[in-house]
């Protein structure tokens, strides 16, 4: 494990062999980090507001046809092509933690950063949030409530991140293995989430990176992402 003061290298894993796309990791993600909600007229319009996308595919022959899902977070990429176009520096990298951070007071909402992700992963905030009571009561004090013209994404729920190294430190010991569980890794039924620290080579994330069914999206493209996947139907033994 890794020291109380030393660097994070956190890392997502996500098994595809386990997902069944029931998107209750989008529903905890939307709870948990006060995204708001828009409707469905404004989501044919392509202003959805999920920081977390689960695309679909079909593998097969017809009739015999399958649904396949991969959830697709924000990739927090070590050469994120988000970064160097911001005018203000709402989003830098975190050598720190390893995470691509955004800043939101001070986006300005030129939506250059959303245009360069190839992951295409950053909302647009066009509206401000609507919370009539009681749903006003749901609000997590730990995270803010964007107001409208801002670019919105996946930070791994960087407020537990804090909240574990705080406490931690307070207790003089490293962060535990599985100590950190965004809201997406909580509510998966299947647990087919991962999170951890990579630095620490007993980690769970640390073992599962170094898989052969391991896989980065895009990887040609040169992002260097911090979400591995795991492939569907290969096994990790030898020789199988």
Not at 128 to 142: A, F, S, T
Not at 198 to 222: H, I, Q, T, Y
Request: proline share 8%; aromatic share 10%; hydrophobic share 35%.
């Amino acid at each position: 494990m890794s020291s109380p003061t030393e660097n994070h290298h956190w890392t997502m894993i996500i098994d595809l062999d386990r997902c069944t796309g029931c998107q209750a990791c989008v529903v905890a993600c939307h709870v948990e980090n006060n995204v708001t909600y828009v409707g469905e007229e404004e989501v044919a319009m392509g202003r959805f507001m999920h920081w977390l996308l689960i695309q679909r595919y079909w593998g097969g022959e017809y009739p015999n046809m399958q649904a396949r899902f991969s959830p697709i977070p924000c990739q927090q990429c070590k050469e994120a092509p988000c970064e160097p176009v911001c005018p203000v520096y709402a989003t830098y990298h975190s050598e720190q933690e390893m995470l691509n951070i955004q800043v939101y007071n001070r986006c300005i909402g030129v939506r250059f950063c959303a245009n360069n992700c190839p992951y295409k992963v950053r909302v647009f905030n066009w509206f401000n949030p609507q919370n009539p009571e009681p749903l006003d009561q749901m609000l997590n004090p730990d995270v803010t409530v964007r107001s409208r013209g801002v670019i919105e994404k996946c930070t791994f729920c960087i407020h537990r991140i804090r909240r574990a190294e705080e406490d931690a430190r307070y207790e003089g010991r490293p962060v535990r293995d599985g100590e950190v569980q965004p809201a997406c890794v909580q509510a998966c039924p299947p647990e087919a989430f991962v999170f951890g620290d990579r630095n620490d080579p007993e980690s769970r994330v640390a073992k599962m990176a170094e898989s052969r069914r391991g896989f980065r999206l895009l990887d040609d493209v040169g992002t260097v992402p911090e979400v591995v996947y795991l492939k569907r139907g290969v096994t990790d033994v030898e020789g199988i």
